[in-house]
């Protein structure tokens, strides 16, 4: 069974504590990773795909990489502002673009 | 501006009343999508769409049902059928065809039982 889990669940870190958030995934035929950012009471925002291990991609203090069996989201030096739920989210092999979400990791930076 | 524009943002139903939540997007996307979330949970996909007129359940589809007549609106009602209703319900849409097309997502809409 296509299966995502994120770790950890929460994560509180000191404003400029550089830290890294773990998705692993079990998936017949992955297509993409996707990562997104989600502030409470709001929409998930999109952030990266990923489409091959070894891959990685960067967008401001925020660094993600692809192996075969996880995906790694760096966060370096973050801000306050950078709290928020990261999300993760396979496509799997299929007739269309099915996305298989995590619970998320809920990050909070304190200054 | 483009996006998808989900309507109410807050919406209160009564025991055996049908709902309907609007979605509407000017991104001239295909594929339309509706997603449930609770919490502590993933997304979970209700129904998606690929191109008007054709829809497909998704993984918690009994108790809702969707139309999809013009190619930017999306609507989703909760029926009566639905038992446990009160959650975040997001509306998203993307390409269609080739895979590993982004799924971009509207604000939600909070949907309560009272």
């Known amino acids: 069974e296509d299966q995502v889990t994120q770790s950890p669940e929460a994560l509180r870190l000191q404003e400029g504590e550089s830290s890294s958030l773990n998705c692993s995934y079990t998936?017949?035929?992955?297509?993409?990773l996707f990562w997104y950012r989600q502030d409470p009471g709001k929409g998930p925002e999109f952030l990266f795909t990923?489409?091959?291990a070894g891959e990685e991609k960067e967008k401001e203090r925020l660094k993600a990489t692809l192996t075969k069996k996880e995906s790694f989201l760096h966060i370096t030096a973050p801000k306050p502002e950078d709290s928020a739920t990261y999300l993760c989210?396979?496509?799997?092999?299929?007739?269309?673009?099915?996305?298989?979400f995590g619970a998320g990791t809920r990050l909070a930076v304190h200054p | 501006d483009g996006g998808i524009t989900q309507s109410p943002k807050y919406l209160f139903r009564k025991e055996g009343q049908n709902v309907t939540l609007s979605c509407e997007q000017n991104l001239n996307h295909d594929a339309m999508y509706w997603y449930r979330q609770d919490p502590g949970q993933g997304l979970r996909l209700i129904y998606y769409?690929?191109?008007?007129?054709?829809?497909q359940k998704g993984d918690i589809a009994e108790g809702y049902s969707v139309s999809r007549e013009k190619k930017e609106s999306f609507p989703l009602t909760v029926t009566s059928a639905q038992k446990n209703p009160t959650a975040f319900y997001l509306c998203?849409?993307?390409?269609?065809?080739?895979?590993?097309?982004?799924?971009?997502f509207g604000e939600g809409s909070w949907l309560t039982v009272v």
């Open positions: 998203a849409s993307s390409m269609r065809g080739a895979a590993g097309n982004t799924i971009y």
């Open positions: 769409s690929q191109i008007v007129n054709d829809f």
């Open positions: 990923l489409y091959s």
């Open positions: 998936v017949s035929g992955l297509r993409g």
């Open positions: 989210a396979v496509q799997a092999g299929g007739g269309y673009n099915k996305l298989i």
